[in-house]
């Protein structure tokens, strides 16, 4: 399976400003939106272009598109919401789905509660967006869904990822394309990546 850790100056610099625990929610919120458009760049290197022509002002060339069409965003609620409008910078027109997801803070394991999908998500790469790969199990269980839906292509965008949770989604779905912009080290007893950044979805909406 592929598994791409972004390397690159400015991603370690905002990064650096998301694990601070005085970075305002404004700033938090903003980051994790920039470093969602470059993870979804990265993950559309293999996108098909179809040509056609482009008149300038000086002559006529060849221009290049994606179809947006093939394209769907999910992010599992709530933190992944999060992430939804970087994203949409890079592909405007793709259309949205939602997974809504909690862990039991005992067992740390996804408890689903919604599933709303687009039609024909069959037809399309799904994009599936949470800033936090931690145990895997939110990840796996979505991946789940969207299978079950007969997805047949789909790339996990988060912005910090374990080890335990990226060998999780290789053992259970290993043809799942994993773009994170870190690895982290580990995760504490607790279920949380160290050193991480704290609760995502708090932190981007002040809930905490």
């Known amino acids: 399976m592929k598994e791409i850790i972004l390397n690159h100056p400015m991603v370690s610099h905002k990064i650096s400003i998301l694990r601070n625990k005085d970075t305002s929610t404004k700033e938090f919120r903003e980051l994790i939106s920039e470093l969602a458009t470059i993870l979804c760049l990265e993950a559309l290197r293999d996108a098909k272009l179809e040509s056609f022509k482009v008149k300038t002002p000086i002559d006529e060339t060849e221009g290049f598109k994606i179809n947006e069409n093939n394209y769907a965003f999910v992010p599992i609620l709530r933190a992944g919401m999060g992430m939804v409008d970087g994203v949409l910078t890079v592909i405007p027109n793709a259309k949205i789905g939602h997974i809504g997801l909690y862990r039991n803070e005992s067992t740390l394991e996804p408890v689903e509660y919604y599933c709303k999908l687009p039609n024909k998500i069959e037809e399309k790469t799904v994009i599936l967006l949470d800033p936090m790969l931690a145990t895997?199990?939110?990840a796996v269980n979505a991946?789940?869904?969207l299978k079950k839906r007969e997805v047949k292509k789909i790339k996990f965008l988060a912005i910090l990822g374990a080890?335990?949770?990226?060998?999780k989604i290789k053992e259970m779905h290993p043809d799942v394309e994993i773009y994170l912009a870190c690895k982290d080290e580990k995760?504490?007893?607790?279920?949380y990546i160290v050193p991480g950044l704290g609760d995502a979805g708090d932190r981007i909406?002040?809930?905490k």
Not at 163 to 167: H, L, N, S, T
Not at 187 to 191: F, T
């Open 187 to 191: 995760l504490n007893e607790s279920g």
């Open 205 to 207: 909406y002040g809930t």
């Open 143 to 145: 991946i789940t869904q």
């Open 136 to 138: 895997g199990g939110s």
């Open 163 to 167: 080890p335990e949770g990226i060998k």
